[in-house]
């Protein structure tokens, strides 16, 4: 098949955290002006980091209006807003014990919102380093009395984790990123979080919103995500698409590149994010922390160097 599309390349927005480092700035190309960056939106078309096209012929057009006037580069996808976002998260501390909804709850109780399922891949983590999923509430009325007596400690399960592994957070899922990860997340279009315990945090003086109520009516019970939530990806295979998950919203890979690999774009559209290393990608120079989009009708990518990345389309259901 002969290339029809480009590579769209969107530029990166970066979101200061109260638990954000500097691994943003120092580790990575991005532009910056400040500190404490939390978050790099590096494919987003959402309204609160909507990313602009960087090059080429839609050089300074938003994501989400590229996606509304050129739905063909996307596959046609039925969805009317751009369906996924990718994330990289650097939390130098720990972040907020939380959980998300689904679509149903959200679209009720959030003005439309979609919900939230997410991924998470370990791009770096410490020695001892510790995710938190799930809990261990046997009935509602159990989480409910557990939240409001301050036992968080004893309600959260807390699951051993290490560079090259991946984590599927499903709406419900009570969960949390921990001091010193470096975390590549991929996820619905959604900025809807429910936080159920901030460590007593604050923010300009005052204390960031907890959502208790919410948090308990949205909350999978009972919770042992932390069973089957996790994949130890670091002995995959090179030069192969290894799927991480398929589920009712995305389907994300991972590729490790040796040498030479092509694939053929036949997705609606595929998001590339650089984990490590670097290389070439149809003769363009790739490196870690780029993030591209293959478009539909791209055709086939050929990749050379030595680099790992992780790939993701949208699943319409």
Known sequence: MEKRERIL?????????????????????????????????????????????????????TLSRLYREHRELFG????????????????QDKLSIQVHPDDAYAGTHEDGSLGKTECWYVMDCPEDAELVIGHKAKTREELADMVHQ????????????????????????????????????????????????????LVDGKPRPIHVEQSIQVANVPDESDKKALKHTQDYAANRLNQLVSCDFYKVWKLKVEGEFSLEQEEPFLLLSVIQGGGFLDGRNIKRG???????????????????LILSTAVEK
């Open 9 to 61: 390349v969107p530029e990166p927005v970066l979101k200061e955290n109260v638990w954000g480092g500097n691994r943003l700035v120092t580790e990575f190309h991005y532009k910056s002006e400040g500190s404490g960056y939390g978050e790099c939106w590096g494919i987003s078309a959402h309204p609160h980091g909507d990313c602009v096209i960087a090059e080429g012929e839609y050089a300074g057009e």
């Open 76 to 91: 046609n996808l039925k969805s009317p807003e751009f369906p996924l976002l990718v994330k990289i998260i650097d939390a």
């Open 150 to 201: 301050g036992r968080y400690e004893e309600l959260v399960r807390r699951v051993p984790v290490k560079k090259g592994d991946f984590i599927q957070i499903e709406p419900g899922t009570i969960h949390a990123i921990t001091a010193g990860l470096l975390i590549l997340e991929t996820q619905q279009s959604s900025d809807v979080t429910y936080r159920v315990y901030d460590y007593g945090r």
């Open 290 to 308: 780029d993030h591209l989009i293959l478009p539909a009708g791209y055709g086939r990518a050929r990749f050379s160097g030595d680099m790992e």
